[in-house]
């Protein structure tokens, strides 16, 4: 995995390296003493893995992952523990406490590892799917992603910043907005009809007032989205 660094304290950083050359599946590929550093080197440079301070001044590692479309991996290396539950929220894969012993930072090294290599997976299954209509799409859960097929969704709740998938068998809670799901989700197959609802309309088993059954489930309609409802469900 091709790893950078990032930490305005020397100390820390020269800590850091010493433990990156001890693992032989990682390459580090640069050191950044700022986030606006380490910023301009994800634009320029491929990255597997950020091993990402979160107090830093301008810039603090927070804001740097709220800023990045696409991110990698990312560990925090921290000396606070109280942003612990926003990095998460943020896809973070792991929380490193300052001073980091040894066996912890290979902990979360592997389990970076098994995320990248399923995400490499995933982009490879999606690369070649865009030679044929695509069938799948993969969420993150957790710490792992979770390969979906659209075929078996009957719908999508809107949980703030998070969502939950369900099947018939499954549920799945992923880190996304409504509107990019609509916009990963097969045309013509999935319709959205409440803020915080998306429905696979050949799943749709009946319409009463302003709800939908699917399932057994009722799913609220609103007003905004009625009209494009009953348009689609009378084709």
């Known amino acids: 995995m091709k790893c950078i660094i990032v930490d305005d304290e020397y100390p820390a950083r020269v800590l850091l390296q010493d433990y990156v050359s001890k693992i032989p599946q990682l390459e580090l590929v640069k050191v950044c003493e700022n986030a606006m550093e380490a910023m301009q080197t994800l634009q320029e440079l491929e990255v597997d893995l950020m ?16 800023n990045l479309r696409q991110k990698p ?17 943020l896809d973070v894969l792991d929380y490193l ?5 040894l066996d912890r930072f290979i902990q979360a090294v592997n389990k ?14 999606s690369n070649q799917g865009n030679l044929a209509e695509k069938t799948h799409f993969f969420v993150s859960t957790g710490h792992k992603l979770e390969r979906i097929v659209f075929a078996d969704i009957l719908h999508i709740e809107g949980l703030r910043e998070y969502v939950r998938i369900s099947t018939r068998d499954k549920r799945y809670v992923t880190l996304a907005s409504m509107k990019g799901l609509m916009e990963e989700l097969p045309e013509g197959s999935f319709l959205r009809v409440h803020k ?3 429905v696979a309309l050949d799943k749709v088993e009946s319409m009463m007032g302003n ?3 699917i399932n057994g489930k009722l799913i609220p309609v609103s007003k905004t989205y009625k009209d494009e409802v009953l348009r689609k469900i009378r084709i």
């Open 211 to 213: 709800s939908l059954e």
């Open 196 to 198: 915080s609802w998306i």
């Open 51 to 66: 091993f990402l301070d979160i107090q830093m001044p301008d810039l603090t590692g927070l804001d740097l992952l709220r």
């Open 73 to 89: 991996a990312v560990i925090f290396t921290t000396a606070y523990s109280e942003y612990a539950l926003e990095g998460y929220q």
């Open 112 to 125: 970076a590892g098994d995320f990248v290599e399923l995400k490499r997976r995933a982009q490879s299954g």
């Open 97 to 101: 406490l300052k001073p980091i012993p």
